[in-house]
């Protein structure tokens, strides 16, 4: 049997708690080695991965790795929330009882671990010193070496998080179990992998695979379902699949903190990052502070909105990621950056990295290529000459630190004020650009009915979305009305509201299907007009569906539209608006306890579309 003990002592993690904790799952696990991880032990662990083949080098400070062919993505089917309350279960938590899903996990992971070293890693899922520093500690022990590295870029990792806490036992239990992924018959009717988030006992049990969605614990599970969860139970705060951004006007000093959900591939991390178009540079400046996760609650002090991103760093798909579409996250990975890549294509002979849309065409000279498989491009069969080089769903992942835009005071454990929630859908011809949203249960109710429309037969009927509750469907953790009700509440407490939009950057002319919009820097504009509208410069449009800017309002300098195309960018378009209205009804009924104000909201919306039309 293994000297936990030791290894504790000589790492100097005096927790209890923690020491208990560590010690009942190097047992169960059969791990031969416990090893307690600092931050500062990245540059030993990155030698000690790339001399075990684990990564390769990728150019100065890079690395890469692949994951196991059939490991390359979340796991929505494979992912569980557990608790002991029945009560707990929703439409999208896929709610199972606690104890089973216990027993289950423990049964797989008994002796998984055997011959392999656990690394037990304490974090903090928030700057130090916030106010919700209480629900942002963890200890995640899992089994592989590179989830460690991925660890200490997305979290911040030190012993000192749990030997400094105020409630020694307030911490989460995040156990990673790699399992042998050549045998968990991954999308089989045999799938042997589990996610499971045990929400009412703040513990993570995932096995079965090593790829950072499912793996890296202190982001999705905890920094999402768990946090969520421990929001609504603590009835303090909200844990959202939220970006973060500040905008200032240099000329006024105003700083505008805007956050917001979109489904993925809707454009959430290129909006995050993204710097002001040019000719609008030398007035406003945009300050990055979170890609993917925002914790919200209300501070006593102002009665305001604030928000922190409970990460460290960035997990971002790689596909078409370059100047044009990110020229910040092209920075944060450059070399030198210490930034690990996932699943694009590689270079033997160059330690280059490429994935589709990094440039228009790949690299003309295949020598040394190789896929995200590992299969060298030169090689490939006919059949698969025109296979993506890189997986759709390849990484980088980088911290926070290196995005040149990072904001002065992203550390700043109060968080930023919010003064705007977005939400951003993915809708070819009904929504506008821009809508604003002043009334609360109307923002919650936008929020609610947030989806991206169905691109192929698989995922649904063309023109209806796939609904996505605040971006927050894969990540629920508990019933969407409470959901909703504990929304109401806790934005309903603050005495100076945030104001709510939906904007939409992929609208397109029904006759030739060109966007309207170009998107990216531009999209900046729209949240100009937002923020001018907040503090009452601009009046807008009103609509039966929210405040729409008028032509004049928005700032175009710089842009060539075509009269038309901006036109219809901001018409509100009654009749898809009241089909819409039918499948909203239908999405909110599968909800129980839906509070009656996102009803009435609702029927509001409907009345006056049907007052228009
Ligand atoms: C996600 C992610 O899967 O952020 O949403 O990685
Ligand atoms: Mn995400």
Not at 248 to 274: E, I
Not at 276 to 292: E, K, M, N, S, T
Not at 362 to 386: C, Q
Not at 427 to 437: F, G, S, Y
Request: contains cysteine; hydrophobic residues 40%; glycine residues 8%.
């Amino acid at each position: 049997m293994i000297d936990v003990d030791s290894a504790l002592d000589e790492a100097g993690l005096n927790n209890t708690h923690v020491r208990d904790y560590v010690r009942h799952w190097a047992e169960l696990t059969g791990a031969e080695r416990i090893e307690v991880i600092n931050a500062e032990d990245d540059a030993r662990l990155l030698r000690e991965a790339v001399e075990a083949g684990e990564l390769l080098p990728a150019g100065e400070g890079r690395y890469y790795s692949r994951s196991y062919v059939k490991d390359t993505a979340r796991s929505e089917e494979r992912t569980i929330v557990a608790t002991n309350d029945p009560a707990d279960a929703g439409v999208y938590n896929n709610w199972r009882p606690a104890a089973e899903m216990k027993a289950l996990l423990e049964e797989r992971m008994r002796g998984a671990s055997a011959g392999k070293t656990m690394y037990v890693v304490p974090y903090l899922m928030a700057p130090p010193g916030s106010p919700l520093e209480a629900y942002a500690a963890g200890v995640e022990v899992t089994d592989a070496r590179p989830v460690v590295l991925h660890m200490i870029r997305m979290a911040r990792v030190a012993v000192k998080y749990v030997n400094e806490l105020a409630d020694q036992n307030s911490f989460v239990r995040a156990v990673h179990v790699t399992g042998d992924l050549e045998n968990l018959g991954q999308g089989t009717p045999d799938d042997q992998r589990y996610f499971v988030t045990v929400a009412d006992e703040r513990t993570i049990l995932h096995y079965g695979s090593s790829y950072g969605g499912n793996a890296l614990l202190g982001k999705i599970a905890h920094g999402l379902r768990q946090a969520a969860y421990d929001g609504w139970a603590s009835g303090e705060f909200l844990a959202e699949q939220f970006l973060l951004l500040g905008i200032t006007d240099k000329q006024t000093g105003r700083t505008y903190h805007v956050c917001g959900g979109m489904p993925s591939a809707s454009g959430k991390t290129n909006l995050a990052m993204t710097l002001a178009p040019d000719v609008l540079g030398d007035r406003y400046r945009v300050d990055f502070y979170g890609d993917d996760i925002a914790w919200l609650r209300v501070d006593p002090e102002d009665g305001r909105v604030y928000a922190i991103n409970p990460e460290f760093g960035v997990f971002g798909v790689a596909k078409d990621t370059n100047e044009q579409t990110n020229p910040t996250a092209v920075a944060a990975i450059a070399e030198g950056t210490g930034a690990i890549f996932t699943n694009v294509a590689y270079n033997d002979d160059t330690a280059e990295v490429w994935w589709e849309g990094k440039t228009p065409e790949p690299p003309a000279d295949v020598t040394g290529w190789r896929d995200w498989k590992g299969e060298l491009i030169a090689e490939r069969p006919d059949a698969e000459r025109n296979a993506p080089w890189a997986h759709p769903n390849s990484r980088f992942t980088t911290t926070l630190a290196r995005i040149p835009n990072i904001a002065a005071d992203y550390e700043n454990p109060r968080g930023v004020p919010v003064d705007a929630i977005i939400f951003g859908g993915r809708t070819r011809d009904r929504e506008p650009l821009v809508r604003a949203i002043t009334d609360l249960a109307e923002g919650v109710y936008d929020g609610l009915t947030l989806g991206a429309e169905a691109t192929f037969a698989a995922e649904g009927t063309e023109g209806v979305l796939r609904y996505d509750p605040m971006s927050m469907r894969p990540f629920m953790s508990y019933p969407e009305g409470a959901y909703a009700a504990h929304w109401l509440k806790v934005i309903g407490a603050a005495t100076e509201r945030p104001v709510f939009a939906h904007v939409n950057w992929f609208q397109r002319d029904p006759e030739d299907g060109h966007f309207l919009w170009p998107g990216y820097r531009d999209n900046l504009r729209a949240l100009l007009w937002l923020a001018r509208l907040k503090d009452g410069e601009v009046t807008g449009r009103p609509t039966p569906v929210g405040i729409v800017p008028t032509e004049e309002e928005l700032d175009l300098r710089g842009m060539d539209l075509p009269p038309g195309d901006l036109e219809r960018l901001l018409t509100i378009d009654t009749e898809r608006w009241r089909q819409e209205m039918a499948h909203r009804e239908e999405h909110l009924s599968a909800f129980a306890d839906l509070p009656e104000e996102i009803w009435e909201a609702h029927r509001r919306v409907a009345a006056a579309l049907d007052a228009e039309a």
